[in-house]
């Protein structure tokens, strides 16, 4: 596990049977928003063999994406504080974490096969109807915490998941690893949030409607990522500076003074990323957005989300500082940056660029 970079793992069966009344009723309230794929896969996503015939256990893992550098918490929140500046969420700066963790996840179990003959397995790493959270927990890599992320209180909440769906039990898996799982399960899965609240305090548009509950059509990363049309005028104010996910949540949680820096060198900032002005953003071309994002999670929303986003980024930019002020030179250049792209922009860009100029 060590050799694969995982900080944590752990094994669970598959019986999610008491989490699918919850499941139904988050989907119930609309709260998935327009990811009709969660719905279309209902509970099969809380059942596993649904999803791979043979399927008996899961073994759930964990890697670190925290930046190595020490004072990266006070980096993060200085970096939100800076209006001009564009703000993507910390997970997504480096090399796409979905091809990375799976790639590893197919080591780990070619690994187990030759342990035992036989064995098959699927590798999975947020790409499919899988309970990551739910499975982790049940696997005891952590607790579900009030903003519904998982936590553990060595790491705090700064990793990816990732599941080997096997089709051998438990108890046939390999000595050596059922004992490291047993060492590493010392009631690290027990609730410890306590009456803290404050990843519900620090939401900036209040999306988390109460302790473990997420209404993700107001989640800026639902916002900036998933939501394929407008952004709700109601939302864009509190959207600030992000312009792809956001971090605040976790960024507040006491326990992740406890995240540890990942071992994965691919997860390191890309250059294009580094101190990006909103301006120079919403200047990239679509082909200069596709050769900054290649190999990235971000090239996945495309070049015309980047742009409605970033767009709504720079409105905040404009509306910041007292009204009286002269207009800072940032400010000028990202008032031109906008007129300009309003004349080429489709009737939604062009509502978001005018939302913009308005502010």
């Known amino acids: 596990m060590r050799a694969q970079g995982f900080e ?19 989907l119930g309230a609309g709260f998935h928003g327009e990811m ?12 596993p063999a649904a999803l791979v015939p043979g399927t008996v256990s899961v073994l759930m893992v964990a890697l670190s994406y925290r930046p190595r550098s020490s004072a990266w918490l006070d980096q993060a929140w200085g970096e939100l504080e800076r209006n001009s500046q564009a703000n993507v969420s910390l997970y997504a700066r480096g090399r796409d974490y979905h091809k990375l963790l799976r790639s590893r996840l197919q080591a780990l179990g070619q690994s187990l096969k030759q342990h035992l003959p036989g064995l098959e397995f699927r590798a999975f790493c947020d790409s499919a109807p899988v ?9 005891k890599l952590g607790w579900r915490g009030k903003n519904t992320l998982l936590l553990n209180r060595q790491s705090g909440s700064m990793f990816f ?25 010392a009631d690290p899965a027990s609730d410890r949030c306590g009456s803290c609240s404050a990843c519900l305090d620090v939401c900036p548009t209040k999306a988390i409607v109460a302790p473990y509950r997420l209404d993700a059509r107001r989640c800026i990363s639902y916002l900036t990522i998933e939501n394929p049309g407008p952004i709700p005028v109601a939302f864009r104010a509190a959207m600030g500076n992000r312009i792809y996910g956001c971090d605040d949540c976790q960024l507040i949680c006491p326990w992740n003074k406890f995240a540890v820096a990942t071992p994965a060198e691919d997860f390191k900032t890309r250059p294009a990323f580094l101190n990006l002005s909103l301006t120079e953003a919403l200047s ?14 971000i090239r996945r929303i495309g070049h015309w989300r980047w ?15 007292s009204a009286q002020e002269p207009l800072e030179a940032g400010k000028l250049q990202a ?14 860009l062009a509502e978001h660029i005018d939302w913009a100029l308005n502010r």
């Open 335 to 348: 008032r031109q940056a906008l007129v300009a792209l309003r004349s080429q922009a489709d009737p939604i």
């Open 131 to 139: 309970m990551e959270v739910e499975l982790a927990h049940r696997a």
């Open 161 to 185: 998941l990732g599941s080997l769906f096997l089709n051998r039990a438990i108890e046939q898996l390999p000595m050596a690893l059922a004992g490291e799982i047993e060492a590493r399960q």
């Open 36 to 47: 009709d794929y969660m719905a279309r896969h209902g509970l099969k996503r809380a059942r």
């Open 284 to 297: 990239w071309s679509e082909e200069r957005f596709l050769r900054n994002t290649e190999g990235m999670a």
């Open 307 to 321: 742009q409605r986003n970033v767009v709504v980024a720079l409105g905040n930019l404009l509306a910041s500082g």
């Open 8 to 26: 944590h793992w752990g094994v669970t069966d598959i019986d999610l049977h008491d989490a699918e009344e919850g499941l139904l009723q988050w």
